[in-house]
């Protein structure tokens, strides 16, 4: 660990920084205050919020960062509390108009926390609770790192990516599952920036947590700095008691000195030197009232010089990832400063008037920018031109087939197909060059052999080949491969996918990143997973194996909740395809689509059970190859026609068509003819039903039926029951009788599975031919 001293570098100009963070610290809290107490209350309102004493720890840090450090390519996370902070910087720099300023955590206005895709003033990160964006800058250095070593990308300075957390966000366990990650070793351009203020939502935390936190960051091997003492302290401690008074210090409970900063003069004289030495006695007599409370209150995370050293000595380490822990107060430069209680408290109007009094600010002028003819103006205006957002140009739109073809007869599973087809893409330059697969060890298993044996697996540095030639899977690792291999954590799967789905924005090259998984292990991810979307990250997932299909492998490998998830979730087109053709056509527009304006990720729910894929063929051939690519697109096609006018609907997804095609077999023979519907994506399904009623209900006019489902049912079919088969939970498709109002029964998995064949457990759970008639015939009873 290394404790910053003094170290020689560029002069800063510390009056217009100190200028600035008052500045700044005033417009932070001045923006939660008016939403709160000047912004007229709708009816019914809950209290608006904020966090002024959160935002005032982090105030110094961010001055230093922002004002001193930061350069045209770098990239920042910025803790979730401190988005007021944020924006007054933007404003001051000139990147945000002033409008804003009384529009915090209004529609429309200033997010509560920093947003990548709703703050006017573009995030870097978007962040929140639940640490997964203090460990999004990581994971964009590592896809920065794959940029460069693929595509050549050369800057004046390097990239450099930088987290600002709260210590409370440490506790988090998806951030020590990244830190741990064998990918994201050596990123000697990762700095992260803790605010150690020592305080969580309901209390001071206890002492030792920070000295645990660096040993686990030292044992992982980053580069710790400590900045706990500020340069006034570290010159006393250089005097004639100073180890005596370090000593005393250190020896506080952090309870002990917060509840310092209440006080000046001759109380907190009193009450720092209740218990110290002789030695303390002494030193501390060589300072007055007024110069005390500066001196013991003085630490590193509010020394604006301090902060300045401490960044750059992260620069000087390029081996590994830097974290500083710089010790701040909550609430700093506020009445309410070192308060257990001050998380979400707020200054009264009367401190807000004193505060703006201080600042020689007037209630007309207190929303101003520094004059541009003022040193501090020109400060401002040179940290906007370098650090503020450019207008970002579109996504490039690649040469993807619309498929990649060449399937045997044979029966495959969509977890085989798939595999295929990625070896059938590598073999396209203008495509491979831009995909890249990534797996949380679970790449063999989730077919990508054959795409690894092809493109190889990615190592900033080659490594060498010990078991060469002659073998089934060949794990080349060189800087040209374009595969990453991460450990058992799905949560970093997600993470490393919102970097990779972000190389356009963040880097500025699109990349087509395809992450695989298994299926039930999607919900140990799905913090990351919604992160990723909701920060507007472009990739495709494929969740493999799925469900009860996965017989032998018991309950707790046999996901039924996934495709609720998929459907759910904004940004997102969850599919589900049966045969092999309709995987190719929904994998490569799923390509297609993650470069379009008002694209979205995809997410594959696949299976290892091989199919007969004549079914499919038929269809193909009475539908016409380019209708039947439409409707599979849109989620659905009829695979089966009846030989008779039809009596139900059997509408299924996925791994059991087999089944329900031998359904509807009995069916006919028992003359209640079926028609079978292949639903290849209820979530596109569902929506264009849903966007219709949306429409129609804000226009106030009648639902027409123009929609995917009335594509695929004539209007005389449309009073037909419906049963709907899918190897996931019941409820997934039992919308579809509301569409049209007709009776539905609808046949799933609603219990947790265990280890048997597939014929035991559809057995037991009603997905068998003869079941799933019965269930037809309950249907038309």
Not at 325 to 353: C, E, S, W
Not at 579 to 592: I, N
Not at 628 to 651: I, N
Request: with cysteine.
């Amino acid at each position: 660990m290394t404790l910053i001293e003094p170290i020689a570098s560029a002069p800063l100009d510390i009056d217009s920084l100190e200028q600035v963070q008052r500045r700044i610290l005033w417009l932070a809290v001045r923006m939660v205050d008016y939403a709160n107490h000047d912004r007229p209350a709708s009816a019914g309102s809950v209290k608006v919020g904020g966090h002024q004493a959160s935002s005032a720890s982090m105030v110094s840090i961010m001055t230093s960062l922002w004002f001193g450090h930061l350069s045209g390519h770098d990239k920042v996370a910025v803790k979730p509390h401190a988005s007021p902070v944020y924006h007054a910087i933007k404003y001051l720099t000139g990147e945000l108009d002033r409008r804003y300023l009384t529009g915090l955590r209004e529609i429309g206005g200033l997010q509560a926390y920093p947003s990548r895709t709703k703050d006017p003033d573009v995030a870097d990160f978007s962040t929140g609770s639940v640490g997964l964006g203090v460990v999004a800058p990581l994971f964009a250095a590592a896809a920065r790192r794959y940029v460069e070593a693929h595509f050549g990308l050369q800057t004046e300075a390097p990239a450099r990516f930088i987290a600002l957390a709260g210590d409370a966000e440490l506790d988090e366990g998806n951030v020590w599952e990244a830190i741990a990650d064998p990918a994201l070793q050596g990123l000697g351009n990762v700095m992260w920036v803790v605010d150690a203020n020592r305080q969580s939502l309901d209390r001071v935390i206890p002492g030792q947590k920070i000295k645990k936190h660096m040993e686990f960051f030292e044992g992982a091997g980053w580069h710790v700095i400590e900045a706990k003492f500020g340069h006034r302290l570290q010159a006393a401690f250089r005097r004639p008691g100073g180890d005596a008074l370090r000593a005393h210090i250190d020896a506080m409970s952090n309870e002990e000195y917060q509840s310092l900063f209440a006080f000046t003069g001759a109380e907190l004289r009193q009450r720092f030197l209740r218990s110290a030495d002789s030695s303390v006695r002494h030193l501390i007599d060589n300072y007055s009232e007024a110069e005390l409370a500066p001196l013991i209150q003085n630490l590193g995370g509010h020394d604006l010089s301090m902060l300045a050293e401490s960044y750059r000595s992260c620069d000087a380490v390029t081996d590994r990832p830097s974290v500083v822990f710089a010790y701040t107060v909550k609430g700093f430069g506020l009445p309410m400063a070192g308060d257990p209680l001050n998380h979400a408290a707020l200054l009264t109007r009367d401190q807000i008037d004193v505060f703006r009094k201080e600042l020689g600010l007037t209630p007309d002028t207190e929303w101003d920018r520094f004059a541009d003819d003022t040193a501090v103006g020109r400060l401002c205006a040179r940290t906007g031109g370098e650090l503020n957002n450019s207008a970002l140009v579109p996504r490039p739109r690649l040469s993807i087939p619309d498929a990649v073809g060449a399937f045997t007869q044979k029966p495959v599973s969509t977890q085989e197909t798939f595999g295929r087809l990625l070896t059938g893409l590598a073999a396209i330059s203008s495509v491979a060059e831009r995909m890249i697969t990534t797996s949380p060890d679970v790449s063999v298993s989730t077919n990508l052999g054959g795409w690894i044996n092809k493109m190889g697996v990615f190592n900033p540095d080659e490594q060498p080949d010990y078991l060469g030639e002659g073998r089934l899977l060949r794990w080349r690792q060189a800087p040209a491969g374009h595969h990453i291999e991460l450990g058992i954590s799905e949560m970093n799967l997600f993470l490393m996918l919102h970097a990779l789905g972000l190389g356009h924005e963040l880097h500025g090259e699109h990349l087509l990143p395809i992450g695989t998984v298994y299926d039930p292990f999607v919900c140990r991810g799905l913090d990351a997973f919604i992160y990723a979307l909701y920060s507007g990250a472009r990739f495709i997932v494929v969740g493999t194996p799925a469900g009860i299909t996965l017989a032998p492998e018991g309950g707790a490998h046999q996901s039924t909740i996934t495709p609720s998830i998929g459907m759910e979730l904004p940004g997102l087109a969850y599919a589900e395809p049966a045969f092999a053709t309709a995987l190719d056509w929904l994998l490569c527009d799923g390509l297609q689509r993650l470069a379009d304006t008002d694209g979205e990720s995809l997410y594959l729910r696949l299976s290892t059970r091989a199919l007969d894929q004549t079914p499919f063929d038929s269809a193909v051939q009475r539908l016409g190859a380019h209708t039947s690519r439409a409707h599979v697109l849109a989620g659905g096609y009829r695979l089966l026609e009846p030989g008779e006018p039809a009596q139900v609907v059997l509408a299924a997804c996925g791994a059991v068509m087999p089944e329900v095609l031998a359904a509807a077999a009995l069916l006919e023979a028992e003359g209640l003819p079926a028609i079978v519907l292949d639903l290849t994506s209820p979530d596109r399904l569902y929506r264009h039903w849903r966007l219709g009623l949306r429409d129609a209900s804000r226009a106030g006019t009648a639902a027409s039926d123009d929609h995917h489902l009335a594509t695929l049912l004539a209007p005389h079919e449309r009073h037909l029951p419906i049963v709907t088969v899918h190897d996931a939970a019941s409820h997934t498709l039992a919308w579809l009788g509301s569409v049209f109002g007709t009776r539905v029964v609808p046949v799933g998995v609603d219990a947790f599975g265990q280890s048997g064949s597939i014929h035991d457990l559809y057995g037991l759970f009603d997905l068998l031919p003869d079941q799933i008639a019965n269930a037809a015939l309950v249907a038309t009873a």
